[in-house]
């Protein structure tokens, strides 16, 4: 049975769910996440605090705005059940050996939720969050290391950059060799693979690459045929490594994958 104290920070995780659609909605336009208060982006008229309960508020109002009528995205509800599920999720994981690491999870994951959905929708990583993400990153990897004696992370980061450098490297050249002017990808994307490193491992970057890169070319197989997509437009890869990364964190793909292998043997 959960404990009580775990489960009011299993709602306080959906709360900040709704902070997160802030974040997306505040951050590319320009306007402070402090004040003004949530208000309705259609017709700009603030939202009672008893309007503006994570989920139920959207059910109750028919998933429409209280003053306007106007129907409010599923990226509101949908996200606050995501940051909460991903929270309880992390909250469960706490014990009494093991407190730091689902902290520091339910922190990164708190980060990686806004960047992917602002990356998907603009193709940018606001450096409000990504480099507040990086240092929880690289401090997560010291505290194993100094506390529990593990380099796993400090070895997650190294590997996640040089596998990505070598990787952009290669078609770097390519592009030169076919005189290509474009680039292969995105700085951010760099930047953003330094923290998931950490978070996930030697093994589990490497999966996590692997992973993003087969659901983005699925799904741009689909768009494409679709008549959805062209090859003149740029697709953000940030969605699909933060996607993948969590999906490894919350299923220990990268120890299932480990289980297999020592079974074969």
């Known amino acids: 049975m959960l404990d009580p104290l775990l489960l009011i920070l299993g709602l306080i995780g959906f709360c900040y769910g709704s902070f997160v659609n802030v974040l997306i909605y505040r951050i590319p336009n320009k306007i402070s996440i402090v004040k003004p208060r949530s208000f309705c982006p259609k017709c700009k008229i603030p939202?009672?605090?008893y309007r503006n309960i994570p989920v139920l508020?959207?059910?109750l109002q028919f998933g429409k705005c209280h003053n306007c009528d106007k129907r409010i995205s599923l990226q509101y509800p949908s996200i606050e059940i995501i940051t909460g599920l991903l929270w309880l999720f992390f909250i469960s994981e706490i014990s009494q050996t093991n407190i730091v690491?689902?902290?520091?999870?339910?922190?990164i994951a708190s980060f990686l939720i806004p960047l992917a959905i602002i990356d998907l929708k603009f193709l940018?990583?606001?450096?409000?969050?990504?480099?507040p993400l990086i240092i929880m990153g690289v401090a997560s990897a010291l505290i194993n290391s100094l506390a529990y004696s593990s380099n796993e992370s400090l070895i997650g980061m190294a590997v996640a950059?040089?596998?990505?450098?070598?990787i952009y490297l290669i078609v770097k050249i390519w592009f030169k060799i076919k005189k290509r002017s474009d680039t292969p990808m995105g700085f951010g994307d760099f930047l953003l693979i330094v923290p998931l490193g950490a978070w996930v491992g030697p093994f589990g970057v490497i999966l996590c690459l692997f992973l993003a890169s087969t659901f983005a070319l699925i799904l741009w197989i689909i768009l494409y045929f679709l008549g959805k997509f062209s090859l003149a437009e740029k697709m953000p890869f940030g969605p699909y490594l933060i996607g993948s990364s969590i999906i490894i964190k919350v299923m220990?793909?990268?120890?299932?994958?480990?289980?297999?292998?020592?079974?074969?043997r």
Request: hydrophobic share 60%; net charge negative; no cysteine.
């Open 57 to 59: 508020s959207f059910v």
């Open 252 to 264: 220990s793909l990268d120890q299932l994958i480990f289980a297999l292998i020592s079974q074969i």
């Open 161 to 166: 950059i040089g596998f990505l450098g070598t």
């Open 101 to 107: 690491n689902p902290i520091i999870s339910i922190i």
């Open 47 to 49: 939202i009672p605090i």
């Open 124 to 131: 940018y990583f606001p450096t409000s969050l990504i480099i």
